[in-house]
């Protein structure tokens, strides 16, 4: 576990995250219960400790690039085994994070992960997006559930106005851009995953 730790510290530092001692042990631990949860669940097809910590953690921090300080209130879309909203939750204690994960063995372990880091003011609801109704967000995220034109159609309600949706793209974004209304007002931050040479596309769509 030592060579996880030291990548972890390496990779907190590239995106400028003060790599405390608390901070590191409650990766460890999610980097952990994770795999024991994996080998009966299925939760993830990456089980190398340092693809977890690059490809699960350090790429969901990428998305605090567009999150200010403050205490929003954030829904991660489609959270699986927990990403991005379990890492960004371990470093922004002061955002109210609703994990929206329809399947009940991912939920299970999300409840456990919850519990297990004494994440406060991380929530979770067991349901799709397009089937909530009457709960908005400042802020939602989405990872590799929707394409953007496919998320503008199932989860624009779920953002308050003047909100934004955050999304995590690869090298095919040139091609979702062509599908995205005229009327969308987004930006987006090309960025690099800390010790890969994976490119990122970190989208911001307004909800205006």
């Not at 991912?106 to 519990?115: A, D, G, M, P």
Request: glycine residues 4%; aromatic residues 8%; contains cysteine.
């Amino acid at each position: 576990m030592e060579k996880a730790t030291e990548i972890l510290i390496e990779g907190l530092s590239a995106l400028n995250i003060e790599p405390a001692d608390t901070t590191v042990e409650q990766y460890m631990i999610f980097l952990t219960e994770l795999k024991k949860w994996n080998q009966v669940y299925n939760l993830t097809a990456i089980t190398k400790d340092k693809d977890i910590i690059i490809k699960h953690f350090l790429d969901s921090l990428l998305y605090l690039k567009f999150i200010p300080s403050g205490s929003w209130n954030i829904c991660d879309i489609g959270s699986g085994a927990g990403f991005p909203g379990l890492p960004i939750a371990i470093v922004r204690r002061d955002l109210n994070i609703t994990l929206l994960e329809p399947t009940k063995k991912k939920s299970s372990f999300l409840r456990h992960i919850i519990k297990t880091l004494a994440l406060e003011k991380v929530q979770i609801i067991e349901s799709r997006a397009e089937d909530i109704k009457g709960i908005t967000f400042d802020i939602a995220l989405s990872r590799a559930l929707f394409s953007i034109s496919e998320l503008i159609k199932k989860a624009w309600h779920l953002v308050k106005e003047n909100g934004f949706f955050i999304m995590n793209k690869g090298p095919g974004l040139k091609d979702e851009i062509k599908n995205i209304p005229i009327d969308i007002n987004f930006e987006v931050i090309p960025t690099s995953l800390p010790l890969s040479s994976i490119k990122r596309n970190m989208v911001r769509i307004m909800r205006q």
